[in-house]
């Protein structure tokens, strides 16, 4: 009997980790419980949570700052809790938001050098509204200044960050929110949630467009939405507790296509999907290994596994545009250990040296297609892409300078009675 081979261009990628002195080390990670990724990575910073007393703060690196860190290296400080979830600006490299256990979401404007005996960092605004901890954080995908926040008050937050306000409070949630994640222009939103319903929201209705059974299971599960096709992956947890990935279509969730089962283990697996290559990569908590699949036809072929001793808390990934095409990298994965971040590079191997098109098409850019206004009053559009075979060049800093009132002056406004009532009045689970 003849056995097939099914052809893929992906078929044999393999990770490599960078050596201890190409990582980021000496990192006070935070210790916090809460289930985010801990780190996120743009094409010139990374952003960890960090273990701070008094307050909550987290860290912004250079990613050119590789080796052990500095002991009194500056921090974003301003939250009053722990920081849970920090996201960057997918159009302004130089812009990260924050989300925390003091209800609060800050905008910060990262400079382009730390001060000689800097210490810290202060926001350039922050947002208030949420009733409870801010949970997470997520940028639009194609409008300007954008920003969706998840909070324990069993709401999600629109923001225009320019202006400093709040657009629109997404509701129907009747448990903590999970995980959440944008469509290819971001017109919708998918969520998962502790009431294990899966939802797929018009946002700027604030509508349930879907919704149907998510996993069954008690732990953490996640949702990533599959490039400019109407599908998601989801990972969680059977009523066993093994864990499973499931392929679903996103016009009808009242069963998923697939469910996958995938081992016993006990971690929440991080799922990261790569619209360019279709590549799904899936790290679990405090396991040693990323397991990658490729979609092809509605199925999840598995590649390959990257296989480590030292276990994962987070994870983050590069944008395409960050990669060394050179190489023929087509991902990166920032991988955080106890005190440590070490950079896993995904590689195709091939012997030319000549710019790989098949393996790189034209990816996601750092130009948005809309403004804030343009998305809120109803317009769509997709992503703008850029071709990776010129070379893709980090734009230099360009200085977001909000017109909502600056910090210092918002400190000693008095707060609006509307919002007062808006916060007050909302009914909210004590066991939330």
Same mark, same amino acid.
């Given at each position: @009997?003849? *056995? *097939?081979?099914?052809?893929?261009?992906?078929?044999?990628? =393999?990770? +490599?980790?960078?050596?201890?002195? =190409?990582?980021?080390?000496?990192? %006070?990670?935070?210790?916090?419980?809460?289930?985010?990724?801990?780190?996120?990575?743009?094409?010139?910073?990374?952003?960890?949570?960090?273990?701070?007393?008094?307050?909550?703060?987290?860290?912004?690196?250079?990613?050119?700052?590789?080796?052990? &860190?500095?002991?009194? =290296?500056?921090?974003?400080?301003?939250?009053?809790?722990?920081?849970?979830?920090?996201?960057?600006?997918? #159009?302004?490299?130089?812009?990260?938001?924050?989300?925390?256990?003091?209800?609060?979401?800050?905008?910060?404007?990262?400079?382009?050098? =730390?001060?000689?005996?800097?210490?810290?960092?202060?926001?350039?605004?922050?947002?208030? /509204?949420?009733?409870?901890?801010?949970?997470?954080?997520? *940028?639009?995908?194609?409008?300007?200044?954008?920003?969706?926040?998840?909070?324990?008050?069993?709401?999600?937050?629109?923001?225009?960050?320019?202006?400093?306000?709040?657009?629109?409070?997404?509701?129907?949630? +009747?448990?903590?929110?999970?995980?959440?994640?944008?469509?290819?222009? /971001?017109? &919708?939103?998918?969520?998962?949630?502790?009431?294990?319903?899966?939802?797929?929201?018009?946002? !700027?209705?604030?509508?349930?467009?879907?919704?149907?059974?998510?996993?069954?299971?008690?732990?953490?599960?996640?949702?990533?939405?599959?490039?400019?096709?109407?599908?998601?992956?989801?990972?969680?947890?059977? %009523? @066993?507790?093994?864990?499973?990935?499931?392929?679903?279509?996103?016009?009808?969730?009242?069963?998923?296509?697939?469910?996958?089962?995938?081992?016993?283990?006990?971690?929440?697996?991080?799922? #990261?999907?790569?619209?360019?290559?279709?590549?799904?990569?899936?790290?679990?908590?405090?396991?040693?290994?990323? !397991?990658?699949?490729?979609?092809?036809?509605?199925?999840?072929?598995?590649?390959?596994?990257?296989?480590?001793?030292?276990?994962?808390?987070?994870?983050?990934? @590069?944008?395409?545009?960050? &990669?060394?095409?050179?190489?023929?990298?087509?991902?990166?994965?920032?991988?955080? /250990?106890?005190?440590?971040?070490?950079?896993?590079?995904?590689?195709?191997? !091939?012997?030319?040296?000549?710019?790989?098109?098949?393996? *790189?098409?034209?990816? &996601?850019?750092?130009?948005?297609?809309?403004?804030?206004?343009?998305?809120?009053? /109803?317009?769509?559009?997709?992503?703008?892409?850029?071709?990776?075979?010129?070379?893709?060049?980090?734009?230099?800093?360009?200085?977001?300078?909000?017109?909502?009132?600056?910090?210092?002056?918002?400190?000693?406004?008095?707060?609006?009675?509307?919002?007062?009532?808006?916060?007050?009045?909302?009914?909210?689970?004590?066991?939330?």
């Amino acid at each position: @009997m003849a *056995f *097939f081979v099914r052809p893929s261009k992906y078929r044999h990628v =393999y990770g +490599t980790c960078a050596k201890r002195d =190409y990582c980021y080390d000496n990192l %006070r990670v935070s210790a916090n419980a809460w289930d985010t990724n801990i780190v996120k990575v743009n094409s010139r910073f990374l952003s960890i949570n960090w273990q701070a007393s008094g307050g909550g703060a987290f860290a912004v690196i250079p990613l050119s700052q590789i080796g052990k &860190l500095p002991e009194n =290296y500056p921090l974003y400080r301003g939250h009053t809790g722990p920081v849970l979830d920090t996201d960057f600006n997918p #159009f302004n490299d130089y812009v990260v938001a924050s989300g925390a256990e003091d209800s609060k979401v800050m905008i910060w404007s990262i400079p382009e050098e =730390y001060a000689e005996g800097q210490e810290e960092v202060q926001p350039i605004l922050k947002l208030s /509204g949420h009733g409870r901890k801010v949970g997470q954080v997520l *940028f639009h995908p194609t409008a300007d200044n954008v920003l969706a926040s998840a909070s324990t008050d069993l709401t999600i937050k629109l923001w225009d960050i320019e202006k400093g306000v709040e657009k629109q409070e997404i509701t129907g949630h +009747t448990e903590l929110i999970q995980s959440m994640s944008w469509n290819y222009n /971001g017109s &919708l939103l998918a969520t998962t949630c502790r009431d294990k319903k899966l939802r797929v929201f018009d946002v !700027r209705a604030n509508k349930v467009v879907q919704e149907g059974p998510g996993h069954q299971g008690i732990k953490g599960s996640r949702v990533v939405w599959m490039g400019n096709m109407d599908r998601l992956a989801t990972t969680g947890f059977s %009523r @066993m507790s093994d864990r499973q990935l499931n392929l679903w279509d996103s016009t009808n969730l009242s069963k998923p296509i697939k469910s996958e089962f995938l081992d016993t283990s006990s971690g929440v697996i991080m799922p #990261f999907y790569d619209p360019d290559t279709k590549m799904l990569y899936l790290a679990g908590k405090g396991d040693g290994n990323i !397991r990658y699949f490729e979609y092809d036809n509605d199925e999840l072929y598995l590649l390959s596994e990257y296989k480590a001793i030292e276990p994962q808390r987070g994870m983050g990934f @590069m944008p395409k545009r960050g &990669l060394n095409v050179n190489e023929c990298e087509v991902a990166r994965a920032y991988k955080v /250990g106890h005190s440590i971040v070490e950079p896993i590079s995904f590689t195709v191997p !091939r012997k030319s040296d000549a710019f790989q098109s098949d393996i *790189f098409p034209p990816c &996601l850019s750092d130009e948005p297609a809309l403004t804030a206004d343009e998305w809120f009053e /109803g317009k769509n559009a997709d992503p703008k892409l850029v071709d990776l075979e010129a070379g893709f060049t980090a734009k230099a800093k360009k200085e977001f300078v909000p017109t909502a009132a600056p910090v210092e002056e918002a400190k000693n406004e008095p707060s609006s009675p509307v919002k007062e009532k808006n916060v007050v009045s909302r009914s909210i689970p004590r066991n939330a």
